[in-house]
């Protein structure tokens, strides 16, 4: 009787093995395709935001998509959420993939690991009060006043490396922990500030919203914008980086850059 116990469990044990093995992972969808996750901002058009439909959208939206169809091993799927959210997810694993037309800092490339190519550009521009015609360029910044820039924001950097090159026409480079784009623009507004520097295609949808007197001024510089990917997923980017070399050189960045900022961000 007791061999035959022993025998019982032995077998169950084997048997719950054998089901145990045979589940299907859970980043593998039935037909063997490997599930990518995907976290993107809700509401920062338009660059990513979930559509009527329930699906990401945007410029970043759109690239992911293309990518995904260069990379049939994949199944994207994507997730809304803020940007906190999201890049807590990315860095602890939840998501593979996180996107919403980031720049590439000291601070996130140790927490992130960023494809070798980036997967648009950002049109930085002054904006200024709308009767202003005196500021169009860095040059004219100096000894006014700019609103305050997050000193891990890649817009410090680029202010920051223009002052080291022109010692003898420095701009006033304030630091801040966290601005919002309302009381960015506000300032301006209201003459507390001179001018702020802010990627152009967000522009219009809060200046919409907001019905400010300002507008969009002078280019000042075209940064890079990158996705952002746990650290583990090398081998997808280098998949990534293959699918963003032949979407640049096809021409499909320089359309989806047309049909969500209104103009060709790759042209020089």
Same mark, same amino acid.
């Given at each position: 009787?007791?061999?035959?116990?022993?025998?019982?469990?032995?077998?169950?044990?084997?048997?719950?093995?054998?089901?145990?093995?045979?589940?299907?992972? $859970?980043?593998? $969808?039935?037909?063997?395709?490997?599930?990518?996750?995907?976290?993107?901002?809700?509401?920062?058009?338009?660059?990513?935001?979930?559509?009527?439909?329930?699906?990401?959208?945007?410029?970043?939206?759109? +690239?992911?998509?293309?990518?995904?169809?260069?990379? @049939?091993?994949?199944?994207?799927?994507? $997730?809304?959420?803020?940007?906190?959210?999201?890049?807590?997810?990315?860095?602890?694993?939840?998501?593979?993939?996180?996107?919403?037309?980031?720049?590439?800092?000291?601070? #996130?490339?140790?927490?992130?690991?960023?494809?070798?190519?980036?997967?648009?550009?950002?049109?930085? #521009?002054?904006?200024?009060?709308?009767?202003?015609?005196?500021?169009?360029?860095?040059?004219?910044?100096?000894?006014? !006043?700019?609103?305050?820039? @997050?000193?891990?924001?890649? #817009?410090?950097?680029?202010?920051?490396?223009?002052?080291?090159?022109?010692?003898?026409?420095?701009?006033?480079?304030?630091?801040?922990?966290?601005?919002?784009?309302?009381?960015?623009?506000?300032? +301006?507004?209201?003459?507390?500030?001179?001018?702020?520097?802010?990627?152009? @295609?967000?522009?219009?949808?809060? %200046?919409?919203?907001?019905?400010?007197?300002?507008?969009?001024?002078?280019? +000042?510089?075209? +940064?890079?914008?990158?996705?952002?990917?746990? !650290?583990?997923?090398?081998?997808?980017?280098?998949?990534?980086?293959?699918?963003?070399?032949?979407?640049? %050189?096809?021409?499909?960045?320089?359309?989806?850059?047309?049909?969500?900022?209104?103009?060709?961000?790759?042209?020089?």
């Amino acid at each position: 009787m007791k061999r035959t116990i022993i025998s019982l469990i032995l077998i169950t044990g084997i048997i719950i093995s054998a089901v145990g093995c045979s589940k299907t992972n $859970s980043s593998t $969808s039935n037909n063997g395709v490997k599930i990518i996750k995907i976290a993107g901002v809700n509401d920062a058009k338009p660059f990513t935001f979930i559509d009527e439909n329930g699906q990401l959208s945007g410029y970043d939206g759109d +690239v992911l998509k293309a990518i995904n169809k260069k990379l @049939p091993e994949y199944k994207f799927e994507y $997730s809304g959420m803020d940007q906190s959210a999201m890049l807590l997810g990315v860095q602890s694993g939840k998501y593979d993939i996180g996107t919403c037309h980031l720049y590439k800092s000291a601070e #996130r490339e140790q927490k992130f690991l960023f494809p070798s190519q980036p997967s648009g550009l950002s049109d930085l #521009r002054l904006v200024t009060k709308k009767n202003r015609n005196d500021i169009n360029s860095f040059a004219d910044l100096a000894g006014k !006043k700019l609103v305050p820039i @997050p000193s891990n924001d890649a #817009r410090y950097n680029i202010v920051q490396d223009y002052n080291n090159k022109n010692p003898n026409k420095q701009i006033k480079l304030e630091p801040i922990d966290t601005l919002s784009s309302a009381d960015t623009f506000k300032m +301006v507004a209201s003459g507390q500030y001179d001018a702020a520097i802010y990627p152009a @295609p967000a522009f219009p949808a809060v %200046q919409k919203e907001l019905n400010l007197d300002i507008k969009l001024a002078a280019s +000042v510089a075209k +940064v890079p914008t990158y996705f952002v990917l746990n !650290k583990k997923d090398t081998e997808l980017k280098t998949k990534i980086d293959k699918a963003l070399i032949e979407l640049k %050189q096809d021409g499909t960045l320089s359309k989806l850059s047309i049909e969500w900022y209104g103009n060709d961000v790759y042209k020089n």
